[in-house]
């Protein structure tokens, strides 16, 4: 099965930060990772899709990239708004189709 | 609206049974795949289980193959999970989730149900 380990599992930023998230699949994945925002008690949400792909209706801030098989997760200016914890997920041809451990993400 | 409502949930003692259901509307059931994920009291995303738009193709994780049964009736725009031997470790919240099309990422979520398995 192919292992996502994704880091930091917390972090702290400031208003207007960049912030940037990592996932490393133990394996060749090509651009199947999808990256999800879960705010306290709510569903996941969608973000970036195929590696870079943005979802509608997502803010261009949130933009995500592949360098073999560590996948970034960037927030260009972090808004309040996007206190949340994060999640990576493979989604190559065959399942299981694993998440990362997820990264919760405060403001300083 | 495009939507996915859950339910089933409940309080269940170890060894039992519980069937959810998710609800579709909004969108053409039919041309989408749907997966079940779950997440643990205070844990992360764990998939469960994937099914094609025709059940032909049907996945589960390791963790609950063999007591998981992942069906959809088109007919009725529902997708179904019978859980059976339910043990301590399938307590979560269950969420549907539709696949993105042409993609295996999860566009759509359901608001989730509640399952505790607990003597």
């Known amino acids: 099965d192919i292992q996502m380990t994704q880091s930091p599992s917390s972090l702290s930023a400031s208003v207007g930060d960049r912030v940037t998230i990592t996932c490393q699949a133990s394996q060749d994945i090509r651009d199947s990772v999808n990256w999800y925002q879960q705010k306290p008690g709510k569903a996941p949400k969608l973000l970036i899709y195929d590696a870079s792909k943005l979802e509608i209706g997502v803010p261009s801030r949130f933009r995500g990239s592949r360098s073999g098989t560590d996948f970034i997760f960037t927030i260009t200016s972090l808004q309040p708004e996007d206190i949340a914890t994060y999640y990576c997920?493979?989604?190559?041809?065959?399942?299981?189709?694993?998440f990362g451990q997820g990264t919760k993400l405060e403001t300083k | 609206e495009v939507q996915l409502v859950e339910s089933g949930g409940g309080l269940v003692q170890p060894g039992g049974s519980l069937r959810l259901s998710c609800a579709a509307s909004?969108?053409?059931?039919?041309?989408?795949?749907i997966n079940w994920v779950r997440q643990a009291p205070g844990k992360g995303l764990e998939w469960v289980s994937y099914i094609s738009t025709d059940s032909r193709t049907i996945y589960y994780a390791d963790s609950v193959r063999g007591r998981f049964t992942i069906s959809r009736d088109n007919a009725k725009n529902s997708l179904y999970l019978q859980m059976n031997s339910l043990r301590d470790e399938d307590t979560a919240i269950y969420y549907c989730a539709r696949g993105k099309l042409g993609y295996y990422g999860m566009d759509v979520w359901g608001q989730g149900t509640s399952v505790t398995v607990s003597s």
């Open positions: 909004g969108f053409t059931f039919t041309s989408y795949s």
């Open positions: 997920q493979q989604s190559d041809n065959l399942p299981p189709y694993t």
